[in-house]
């Protein structure tokens, strides 16, 4: 194993936690039930998951010898023709929202974007997290 093997799979293992926890909270309440507070946590939890996403696919793509992908925009639109990812319109609606949570103190905003992590980022990231364990066992 080498360096970079280890810091997909160390990486890909904080991406499975944040999932993890973002998932406590998108399978088990509705965004309606969420206090203002719940849903500014809901937000940063998609933050760092969403964050976590796109360096797990970096560093695996890194490792796959695509050396000179930077950046999520970048690393996205490689890891959708390599087939780690699923629902180009999706992965780039996630991509905008997460340049808008600075924005989460616009109560519309931050609505929105709460309902789009429960809805369609929550199960898109969860499909990658279950695509990046069959690379890991590979």
Known sequence: MNDNDIRWEQRYSNFKKAINKLGDVANNRSVESLSELEKEG????FEYTFELAWKTLQDLLAYK???????????????????????????RKMKTSR???????????????????VTVYYPLLHALNIRLQKEVKQ
Not at 81 to 87: E, N, P, S, T, V
Request: proline content about 4%.
């Open 42 to 45: 809901l937000i940063q939890r």
């Open 65 to 91: 010898g695509y050396v000179d992908i930077k950046g999520p925009k970048p690393v996205l639109e490689q890891s959708l023709k390599d087939g780690y990812l699923q629902d180009e319109s999706g992965w």
């Open 99 to 117: 340049e808008l949570t600075s924005h989460t103190y616009n109560n519309d905003t931050a609505q929105g974007i709460a309902s789009d992590i």
